[in-house]
């Protein structure tokens, strides 16, 4: 069987533009003789669909357009994503389903078995888990069709499972000998290569091919890195699809020797983690209806990095940026931000706060009695500079990219309505020691951020001599403990017992946890690490600070 994987870059509720890309590449794999394509998870919906999926109107319009599909397509079966209704009066309301068609027919259906609950993932509040584990035979094959989280639970190779069932070994007892997986896997640095072992295990184990679709995009906080895979009956890679974009994949099941595309993906962490941003920044801008971004650029690597990834994303002439000085503000700073803007080709506004941060404390000075500057006139500075930036975003139309990293955001060293005002905080989930790496990436070929950017120490220029380091642990042992405690759930005691000093690792947590409040209220951020701030990580505000013993 000659099988096309079509992975699309879907826009959620837009049934016009899903249906438009699942014709455009169902042409593409009939003019290339394939017997079958197979899309991703949800395609016709887009995913994740959230509580969307609560609207009559909205589930009404995906079924007219898998109606649509299957009697506009004829001449190829076609396995795709969907949302199908629960006939049944118990249970949630909707399936998380997928349909095999072909020629004006609905051939088989498949509803996913195992719904995620962690992390990011909140299935089990709209659908109802599938318990059909049946085959079906198509074209000489018995096919197993799958989705997503269904071929997560092999005994053999997860340790702890959190499942009862595996869908897999179930559908494999009734007869399957083609797996077909439709995915819409939420990328994170390392998942690939977690994917690619993990789909080549199950392979090998049961003797059969794995066809795997994932979606590719960005949707909201989370991005889909594609790559969608096809492994033969030993295990053996042998079709794979760009990472990043869309694309399709032909591969040729023959018995003898099965073959397919092997198209290009990163050639390393770094280089994904790059694309992903790109990518990320890219569609949520344009999905949320802006074509433009404006960037504030204080001559640190934090912005730097934002307004290279924005040039990269949106086209320089697409991206305007603003340098907002005080007296504390270095003359290198803006040397170094106006090379940068040069090397990157961006429109740079000057604009000073000085006179405006006068103003300020003239009129507040009553109510300060007097006091030494402190914290609130540095938080003065950032919020001015925040009132200028979305005064230009509103002006111009641009969506206002915040800059603040991870690192910041774990210990609130960012100010609420400053710094952190934006509709996307680009960087929010990157540590600061690999937004360090990342600049020296981009840096490879050509210096796109100066050298002097990267080599400064950074510090947020609120008041004289200011320094990060003045105030946090150097950022290699920071960031290595915001690792232990936010994405390994590691305890003080734990931390410690790694060789970390207690007194600090207590302090560090007991500033990630007085800034929940923080985070709750920034911008939306792209989700590159297996934990990230925002939708996947559920705290309360109002609680007591960690240790709790």
């Known amino acids: 069987m000659k099988i096309a994987i079509a992975q699309v870059n879907t826009v959620i509720g837009d049934f016009k533009h899903n249906f438009d890309r699942i014709v455009y590449f169902t042409n593409k794999a009939k003019d290339l003789s394939c017997d079958l394509v197979v899309f991703s998870e949800l395609v016709i919906t887009g995913y994740p669909p959230r509580d969307l999926l609560e609207k009559k109107d909205f589930i009404d319009a995906n079924l007219a357009c898998l109606e649509k599909l299957v009697g506009s397509i004829h001449g190829i079966g076609v396995v795709c994503g969907f949302v199908d209704k629960n006939p049944n009066d118990e249970g949630k309301p909707l399936y998380n389903a997928a349909a095999l068609f072909e020629d004006g027919e609905i051939l088989h259906k498949a509803y996913k078995r195992l719904l995620p609950t962690y992390d990011v993932f909140d299935e089990r509040r709209y659908f109802e888990p599938g318990r059909s584990f049946e085959a079906f035979p198509y074209k000489g094959r018995r096919i197993g069709l799958t989705i997503c989280e269904d071929v997560w639970n092999d005994k053999d190779f997860f340790r702890k499972r959190i499942y009862h069932i595996d869908p897999v070994a179930l559908i494999i007892e009734n007869g399957a000998d083609l797996l077909i997986n439709i995915s819409a896997s939420v990328f994170h640095a390392g998942k690939r290569e977690l994917r690619r072992k993990m789909l080549g295990a199950v392979a090998g184990k049961y003797k059969v091919p794995v066809v795997y679709s994932n979606q590719v995009g960005g949707n909201d906080s989370f991005i889909f890195d594609g790559i969608s895979t096809v492994y033969d009956q030993s295990g053996k890679l042998i079709a794979r699809g760009h990472d990043f974009e869309e694309d399709l994949v032909v591969c040729d099941l023959k018995d003898s020797e099965p073959s397919g595309d092997m198209h290009p993906v990163s050639d390393s962490e770094t280089e994904s983690l790059l694309k992903a941003l790109i990518m990320g920044t890219r ?267």
């Open 283 to 549: 569609d949520y801008v344009k999905k949320c209806g802006f074509s433009r971004a404006v960037v504030g650029l204080s001559g640190g690597i934090d912005s730097a990095l934002t307004a290279y990834i924005a040039v990269m994303a949106l086209g320089s002439e697409n991206v305007m940026a603003a340098f907002m000085p005080s007296q504390y503000t270095s003359r290198e700073n803006f040397e170094d931000t106006k090379e940068l803007a040069e090397n990157i080709g961006i429109e740079l506004l000057q604009i000073p706060i000085d006179g405006i941060f006068k103003e300020f404390l003239k009129f507040l000075s009553p109510s300060f009695n007097e006091r030494e500057p402190g914290i609130t006139e540095q938080n003065i500075q950032a919020r001015i500079r925040g009132t200028i930036l979305m005064a230009l975003s509103n002006r111009h139309g641009s969506l206002l990219l915040s800059t603040g990293n991870k690192s910041e955001m774990a210990v609130g060293y960012c100010t609420l309505y400053g710094d952190m005002s934006g509709g996307l905080a680009v960087i929010s989930d990157v540590p600061k020691t690999l937004v360090y790496e990342l600049a020296r990436y981009i840096n490879t070929d050509k210096e796109y951020i100066p050298k002097k950017i990267i080599e400064k120490a950074p510090s947020a220029e609120l008041k004289p001599g200011q320094f990060d380091q003045d105030d946090l642990p150097s950022y290699e042992i920071l960031d290595s403990i915001l690792k232990g405690y936010i994405e390994d759930f590691k305890s003080v005691e734990e931390l410690a017992d790694m060789g970390f000093d207690r007194k600090l690792v207590k302090d560090v947590i007991s500033r990630i946890d007085r800034n929940e409040y923080k985070r709750h209220q920034a911008a939306p951020g792209l989700k590159v690490t297996s934990k990230a701030f925002g939708y996947g990580r559920r705290y309360p505000i109002a609680k007591k600070i960690a240790p709790y013993n």
